[in-house]
């Protein structure tokens, strides 16, 4: 059982430049969340996505894009890389209904722009 | 704005302390949980609490939420090496979509 798994583990992008960071679950969850993780701040959250089609932002949405056109793949896009996008990023899924759910992480993509 | 305060920010014990970890806010949330990371992996839970006041205990770590539902502690008894990583308390307001994380603590047990 995969579980949450993120591609790819390591970039490295120079300012200006488009990527997008893949994540896909086999748990048949319907809610699947991307946050970003800096020193001393924990994890942000970005966007996140209750079904296939929906989609609403986090606490620090600017300059990520997400769709979410199957129930096992949510995608975060940067459409225009800034040096203070460098961080690691986790996609996290968990079964929607109620608020006691147990997210499930990736391992994570670390996000270097230079 | 970090709704969620960790303490302390580091931790470095040896093998056999115990330790108290804090989780600190002024919002009141809906239900609180506790995840540990280790390096090069996502965050995994470790419990969750949903009453004010509730203790859980998982082994040598025990978990309370405040009676006011705006705090929470991680207690760890006889520390192991094994007990090393990354701990962050994360909880909701209200919104269940929106999982807020504390700042985290760092903990380093050695022999």
């Known amino acids: 059982n995969a579980g949450v798994t993120q591609t790819p583990k390591f970039q490295v992008l120079k300012t200006g430049q488009s990527m997008t960071l893949q994540c896909a679950q086999d748990?048949?969850?319907?809610?699947m969340s991307w946050y970003r993780q800096d020193p001393g701040m924990g994890l942000r959250l970005i966007h996140y996505s209750v079904g296939a089609g929906i989609t609403d932002q986090g606490e620090v949405p600017n300059g990520y894009n997400v769709s979410r056109s199957t129930t096992e793949d949510f995608p975060l896009r940067l459409l225009s890389a800034a040096p203070s996008q460098t961080s690691v990023y986790f996609c996290?899924?968990?079964?929607?209904?109620?608020?006691?759910?147990?997210?499930?992480f990736g391992e994570g993509s670390r996000l270097t722009v230079l | 704005t970090q709704l969620l305060e960790q303490s302390p920010q580091f931790l470095s014990i040896q093998e056999g302390e115990n330790l108290t970890v804090y989780c600190n806010s002024s919002s009141v949330f809906s239900s609180l949980q506790w995840y540990r990371q280790e390096p090069g992996e996502g965050p995994v839970l470790l419990v969750t609490?949903?009453?004010?006041?509730e203790v859980k205990k998982l082994k040598r770590l025990t978990f309370q939420f405040g009676d006011a539902r705006k705090d929470s502690s991680l207690h760890i008894t006889a520390a192991q090496t094994g007990d090393t990583g990354l701990y962050l308390c994360a909880g909701n307001t209200g919104t269940a979509s929106k999982l807020t994380f504390g700042t985290g603590t760092r903990l380093q047990v050695t022999l």
């Open positions: 996290a899924s968990r079964k929607s209904g109620g608020k006691t759910g147990e997210l499930f």
């Open positions: 609490v949903v009453t004010g006041g």
């Open positions: 748990m048949n969850h319907e809610y």
